[in-house]
């Protein structure tokens, strides 16, 4: 309301006398205010945030009618994985923003007044969202590969780790083993070579475990991921046999039958894992004259082949290997034979006649001596 004196001439108010007289008066003039006017705001808002964040930004408007209030509502979304809302003082959040899912958002809001007639007005809020590092990188499998124990250092590839990461194309990513005894891995491109000696299939077993990590640059830090790798040592016949112990000896009697075996049986072990390659074969290589010995190749079992004479050969050194079909070794074995009293002696002569004077008397010595006259032999 506002008021206003208004002059007029002639007067506003006469008498009518003869000689007129006037007077002034103030009126009072009430405006009422029409709503014509819509909510100002900042047509275009451009916002940059991090992912994972939930306040987006606060809307500044305001309108020149007075006594206005203004509301918002969520015209649209493009895309429209974000579900936004906007409170009634302008405040937009969303429930959580991904860079992975999308980059940018265009979300439209409707700020109208409660004016009669009502008024409005449209924001178009451009939403840029900023990667960060909030994602593990991912391991791809299967984390397993195979080697031969008897492999050497070599450039060979034995396996190329593969990983992912959903934190963008910028996100770089490095791998690297919990254990590099054996192996090495390039950083950059998860290639696994043999650095030393394989593994022993004998030591340390038929697998070999490493955990095999991958790790993302930091944005702000940087997140990791591990996955254990089982390796699979392949036995190889790399192990020679050991006789325990390398040198033995026997006693046979020369009159010990045929088939007959000595009282010990030799005995090697390969410490291969495989019995493809841990099971030993025996031969005698040398010292077994006339072939009077022989020997089971599965057993060591030494036993008489042909019949022992004393007379001929009275001791034997055998040399007994042992094999696994690659790798060979040797012992001695010394049998001694002892001799037997089989037979009754021969006189040679069988008969000799002797002379002697007729006057001895009996217990007195006889001129002669057996063994002086007959020659004998056990044979």
């Known amino acids: 309301m506002f008021t206003t004196r208004l002059i007029s001439d002639p007067p506003l ?27 100002l705001c900042t047509s275009v808002v451009n916002v940059d945030k991090d992912e994972d964040q939930t306040s987006v930004t606060t809307l500044s408007c305001s309108d020149s009618d007075a006594g206005t209030t203004l509301s918002y509502s969520i015209i649209s979304t493009t895309p429209n994985s974000i579900t936004p809302s906007v409170s009634s003082s302008g405040v937009v959040t969303v429930a ?59 450039n060979t590839v034995y396996y190329s780790a593969t990983a992912s990461s ?19 891995i390039a950083t950059g491109t998860g290639v696994i070579t043999l ?56 006693t046979v009697a020369e009159n010990t039958a045929t088939g007959t075996a000595l009282s010990t049986a030799v005995t090697a072990t390969d410490g291969d894992v495989s019995s493809a390659f841990n099971t030993v074969q025996y031969s005698i290589l040398s010292g077994n004259t006339g072939n009077d010995f022989s020997i089971h190749t599965g057993t060591g079992e030494v036993s008489v082949a042909e019949a022992l004479d004393f007379s001929v050969t009275s001791n034997y050194t055998l040399v007994i290997q042992a094999s ?24 040679t002569p069988t008969s000799e006649t002797v002379s002697i004077n007729e006057d001895l008397n009996i217990g007195d010595p006889v001129p002669y001596t057996v063994s002086e006259r007959f020659q004998y032999k056990n044979t």
Do not use: W
Request: glycine share 6%.
């Open 96 to 154: 959580a923003l991904d860079y992975e899912t999308d980059t940018s958002h265009v979300i439209k809001i409707k700020v109208e007044d409660d004016g009669v007639p009502q008024k409005s007005t449209t924001v178009t809020l451009n939403l840029v969202v900023n990667d960060l590092n909030d994602n593990d990188p991912t391991l791809t499998g299967p984390f397993t590969f195979t080697v031969l124990e008897t492999a050497g250092a070599s």
């Open 166 to 184: 959903e934190d963008g194309p910028d996100d770089a990513l490095s791998f690297s083993l919990s254990d590099t005894t054996y192996f090495d």
């Open 13 to 39: 108010f006469t008498d009518g006398g003869a000689s007129a007289r006037s007077a002034t008066g103030t009126v009072a003039i009430t405006v009422d205010d029409a709503n014509d006017n819509s909510p």
């Open 324 to 347: 696994d079909g690659t790798n060979t070794a040797t012992a001695s074995y010394y049998i001694q034979v002892t001799s037997v009293n089989l037979n009754d002696p021969v006189f």
């Open 195 to 250: 650095k030393t000696q394989a593994p022993d299939r004998e030591t340390v077993g038929s697998t070999y475990t490493t955990d095999l990590c991958v790790e993302d640059s930091a944005n702000p830090t940087a997140r990791s991921a591990c996955q254990t790798m089982t390796i699979t040592v392949t036995d190889q016949n790399d192990v020679t046999p050991v006789f325990n112990p390398a040198a033995y000896t026997g």
